[in-house]
């Protein structure tokens, strides 16, 4: 019973690992861009959130209805300055300039805020520690219930978005081939602004659960980046039902290794990274090979 | 009445020189040809007049608006369609979606998806199908129906025959022969001779970016294009256009 109450736990943690990595998977699937400042930007939307929340009193959740479209609005100064521009010189600066732009942000987070602990979990009441208990072993956290929730309604939506529309059509063939899609009257830019922006507000939901659920300060981006890239390094890049299964790959195998023992939490999502990506490279050396003969 | 003129085009690939200073003008309504070697500079001349790659000189204008700094999708907004070398189907997208795609460019008029599939009736049964899954017949002719739902007043035709069965290559050019028949105005890149000869009203012959000679297809026979194709008796063929 214990186990299937780690089990439990460790998928809806991994609805949360889903929910940071899903912009990450977008814009690299989309634009070919790994964003290093991904973890840095979600703490960013967390601390606005919480600056609404203890400065003015607007709770997190009507904090997101400011915050979801200030950081889209940000997602187009991001595309057209640093990542457009960057990303004319090859694959590894658009890596280096989103490096950097995570060092400014964490910098100016510790400058306005200093190095104290944060957290959105004060404001939303009771829902930081509700929970209903099904047996007397498995109790689920409303909480993680509503983040597991948003994350498959966030992740669904988007996929829906990207099949169905004709703004997810001009994006996937964007992705595809940027040079063509002119000659068929889309314009690239506007396409790839549109998907950062898209990306950015999905980073907005990702703050406000980091927020509620934990604690952050200014320097909490690059943990929440390595999350974020393990999930979608183990969901295979290009698919966001991939992403959701690799956050709940991680999100079970950190319940399980904590059930081990205490340091086993942190150690075993990295170790099942690891063991993905050494399979991942290996079946492709094996792929290689069986091409060459 | 000019549609589309090209003056004194210059473009480049870095140190090379692709196409020197091509002028020519194209009339609603018309069929114009460009025949030359490969590397003679016809698909980098296609790509500058849809705007996909940038002149070092000269001006396109379209309709007498000068084109000059209007990026590729603005063209196509502005009714110029290049279906380019090589086809470039958006691979993972299926046919129905590749054709409305086009409709980004937001031009209304007859080519609609019906009208699209109705005249390319061998994509109907395929256009639920990833682009990448289709023969290249198939590919060739959802490249023109993509370019044919920006409803262009111009459509830019590079190498369509490239890589195609016979029997393909046959298909694709009665689709075309319809087109022409409904008076769309098109400049076609094309290898195959005997194919552009009966397809197109005027021919330009291009080699190493210049336009060497130029005339009406019923004047121009297989020898004088071919001598400046090669470049053979290079002031002869030159004579001829200007005579």
């Known amino acids: ?293 | 009445m000019s549609l589309l003129t090209v003056e004194a085009l210059d473009a480049r690939h870095g140190l090379l020189q692709a196409v020197r200073g091509i002028s020519f003008t194209v009339t609603a309504g018309e069929t114009v040809a460009l025949v030359g070697a490969n590397g003679a500079g016809k698909t980098t001349l296609l790509r500058a007049i849809a705007g996909a790659h940038p002149l070092s000189g000269g001006r396109v204008t379209l309709d007498g608006a000068d084109l000059a700094g209007v990026p590729a999708h603005r063209r196509a907004a502005l009714g110029l369609a290049l279906v380019p070398e090589g086809r470039r189907l958006f691979a993972q997208l299926t046919v129905e979606e590749n054709l409305l795609l086009a409709r980004a460019a937001g031009r209304r008029g007859p080519w609609t998806l019906e009208t699209v599939l109705g005249a390319f009736p061998m994509l109907q049964p395929r256009r639920h199908a990833r682009a990448g899954t289709l023969s290249g017949g198939e590919q060739q002719a959802a490249a023109i129906g993509r370019a044919l739902m920006t409803n262009p007043r111009v459509l830019l035709l590079d190498e369509v025959s490239l890589g195609l069965a016979p029997l393909a290559v046959a298909r694709v050019y009665a689709s075309l022969a319809t087109l022409i028949a409904a008076g769309t105005t098109i400049v076609l890149v094309e290898q195959d001779l005997t194919r552009t000869l009966a397809t197109a009203d005027r021919i330009l012959c291009v080699l190493e970016g210049q336009i060497l000679a130029e005339g009406p297809a019923a004047d121009m026979t297989r020898e004088r294009i071919t001598a400046a194709y090669f470049g053979l008796h290079r002031d002869a063929a030159g004579q001829g256009g200007a005579a």
């Open chain 1, 1 to 293: 019973m214990i186990l299937l109450n780690q089990l439990i736990q460790g998928v809806l943690l991994g609805g949360y690992y889903a929910l940071i990595a899903c912009g990450l998977a977008f814009m690299f699937s989309v634009m070919r861009i790994i964003n290093l400042a991904h973890g840095s930007l979600a703490v960013l939307a967390a601390f606005a959130l919480w600056v609404l929340a203890d400065r003015y009193d607007i709770p997190p959740f009507l904090g997101l209805l400011i915050v979801v479209p200030g950081m889209a609005a940000l997602g187009w100064p991001l595309q057209r300055f640093v990542l457009q521009r960057s990303a004319r010189g090859g694959m590894l600066i658009p890596i280096l300039a989103t490096f950097g732009l995570a060092v400014v942000i964490d910098n100016a987070l510790f400058e306005a805020f200093g190095a104290d602990t944060r957290s959105l979990a004060p404001y939303i009441d009771t829902l930081a520690y509700d929970s209903w208990s099904i047996t007397d072993d498995i109790t689920i956290g409303r909480l993680a219930a509503l983040t597991f929730a948003v994350a498959v309604i966030e992740l669904g939506g988007l996929q829906l978005f990207l099949a169905r529309t004709p703004l997810g059509r001009a994006i996937r063939a964007t992705a595809e081939d940027p040079d063509t899609v002119g000659l068929v009257g889309v314009n690239a830019r506007a396409v790839n602004a549109a998907a950062t922006a898209i990306a950015m507000a999905t980073l907005a939901i990702a703050g406000a659960f980091l927020g509620m659920r934990a604690t952050f300060d200014p320097y909490a981006g690059a943990q929440q980046l390595v999350f974020a890239f393990e999930a979608t390094v183990i969901g295979g890049a290009g698919s966001l039902w991939g992403t959701l299964a690799g956050g709940v790959v991680i999100g079970v195998a950190q319940t399980l290794g904590a059930q081990i023992s205490p340091q086993g939490f942190l150690l075993a999502g990295h170790i099942v990274f690891l063991l993905v990506l050494f399979a991942r490279v290996s079946g492709f050396a094996a792929a290689l090979r069986a091409r060459v003969r």
